[in-house]
């Protein structure tokens, strides 16, 4: 049988390349062939039996998975982006907190306004919350008289006449008296405008007001009230409820002398819009003020009380 061929047909092996001739099974005689552990033909190539070691990404991890290098630089790379993520929304948020404290802790009305002005304003306040403190602690006492028993139907008809006061003189049908300042306007360059004498009532009643009225020269006063309305008339004059009044004007007013004077005297108020015009306002308290122009009671047509 030849060496050349690869098979006998009979299940008998025939000659393997790269080893020399001889019986199967026995070693190859040149001193130079490798052992026969060495080589196997059954080993594919790039596996170790060649002498190469394998690839790092196709070794198996220490849980028996393999590639566990390459996963772990997937990873890192995903590990990277969501902390640069992160990073950026935190940095964003912290920048939208300084802008809203910024702009809502700048007030720069307050930061103009002088030290002595906001003292005036909060003694202002404080007044107020201690006369509304009073009007409350009032009603209670009224509240617990009127279910008293025996005294309830005495207390009940002095707090009805009471109130009964009350509203006559906020409606300007009883007269009034009591503390409380003279406000005289006088022109300079410019007469006194109705909407001046309008915005020193208001501020008048924003600080507890509690009766009103204006008067000029020897002309008879008029009495203020929530429907009272002013017009500016010729020569300078005003027309108050339909009275023409001349200058200079004086409106007494019944309340807290101090708290009313300091609303007439804060920076931007009537007295320095008056000033502005040219004109001057003087302010003088008075421990006793009376109002007494009176107004005719105004006759409800459409309106009725809820029962």
Partial sequence: MSEEQGGTGTGWPGAVPGRAGGPAGEPDPRPEAPDADEISPLAPEGEPGDGQRPSPEAEPGADGSAGSAGGLAAAGRRFTSAGVMIALLLG?????????????????????????????????????????????????????????????????????????????????????????????????????????????????????AEAMQISTGDQAPVRIIASTYF???????????????????????????????????????????VAGDGGTVIVEERDVAEVSALHAPVKLEHARPVS
């Fill in 92 to 208: 964003l948020l912290g920048f939208t907190l300084v802008v809203q404290l910024r702009t809502t802790s700048t007030d720069p009305t307050t930061a103009a306004t002088r030290q002595e002005d906001l003292v005036r304003i909060f003694s202002d306040l404080d007044s107020r919350e201690k006369r509304l403190r009073q009007d409350i602690e009032s009603l209670e006492e009224s509240q617990r008289q009127l279910r008293s028993g025996e005294q309830g139907r005495q207390a009940a008809l002095e707090e009805a006449t009471r109130r009964a006061d009350e509203l006559g003189i906020l409606a300007g049908t009883l007269p009034a008296r009591g503390p409380g300042l003279a406000v005289r306007f006088e022109a300079g360059t410019k007469p006194i405008s109705a909407y001046r004498i309008l915005d020193a009532v208001q501020e008048l009643r924003g600080a507890g």
């Fill in 231 to 273: 017009l500016d008339g010729e020569d300078g004059s005003l027309v108050v409820d339909g009275r023409r009044l001349t200058g200079p004007f004086t409106i007494t007013v019944i309340g807290d002398p101090a708290t009313m004077a300091t609303a007439l005297k804060i920076p931007g108020g009537v007295a320095a819009s």
